[in-house]
């Protein structure tokens, strides 16, 4: 069965440092999201990219995370500053054309 | 506005015994519905998806789930649950016309099961 890959599985990185989550969608999506998990609470979506170009964002997305998918298999999330309060679970999410819906298992990122 | 509701937030049943999880969706048009399961520090797995069609949908595990719409429901059932079933439960919707627009889950609802 197809799957969707994450890396790394778990970051600690320092208040203000940058990360870079990683993520391998299945091949032919064309639909591609990012969401997070705060320890405990529910699932929030963050971001979806489509045709090389974000299609909606949620107000968490501001100007301190960015989205890419620079090489056509890696999609990535950018956090430029991150923040105590960014520590959470992030999936990315890959949607192929009939909404057939896999998640990646996740990475865990600690901000100390 | 979207958005998902499950009332129970932890629910312990016998292993055996049936199970029963309640979601209720708020959505303008008709939408797409989710159940996902999650173990502890794992990521989501889809049990089970309903688009249109038949209202009673199969899924993975042993698990079905029925979309009323009247009610605004699309809770999830398995009538005879194992130990490995304790995990937490995530209901989510999504809009029907596009395939390129977010999922709004639930807040969950975390399954324990007694001995």
């Known amino acids: 069965e197809p799957e969707v890959t994450q890396t790394p599985s778990h970051q600690v990185t320092q208040m203000g440092q940058e990360v870079i989550l990683r993520c391998v969608p299945i091949?032919?999506?064309?639909?591609f999201y990012w969401y997070r998990q705060i320890l405990g609470q529910k699932v929030e979506f963050l971001v979806s990219f489509y045709n090389n170009e974000i299609s909606e964002k949620s107000e968490i997305f501001d100007d301190q995370f960015s989205v890419e998918r620079p090489d056509g298999s890696n999609f990535t999330l950018k956090i430029r500053s991150t923040k105590l309060e960014d520590s959470a679970m992030y999936f990315c999410a890959s949607i192929g054309a009939l909404y057939e819906q896999y998640f990646g298992p996740g990475t865990r990122l600690t901000v100390t | 506005a979207q958005s998902v509701t499950q009332p129970d937030i932890h629910i312990t049943v016998s292993e055996g015994a049936s199970l029963e999880l309640r979601c209720n969706y708020s959505y303008g048009a008709t939408p797409y519905l989710f159940w996902y399961v999650q173990s502890p520090g794992q990521g989501l797995q889809l049990l089970l998806k309903?688009?249109?069609?038949?209202?009673l949908v199969q899924g993975i595990k042993g698990f079905e789930a029925e979309f009323k719409r009247s009610q605004s429901s699309f809770n999830l059932r398995k009538p005879s649950v194992h130990w490995s079933d304790a995990a937490e439960y995530f209901c989510a919707v999504g809009p029907g016309y596009s395939s390129a627009s977010k999922i709004i889950f639930g807040s969950g609802t975390r399954l324990s099961i007694r001995p």
């Open positions: 091949s032919n999506h064309l639909y």
């Open positions: 309903y688009f249109s069609g038949d209202t």
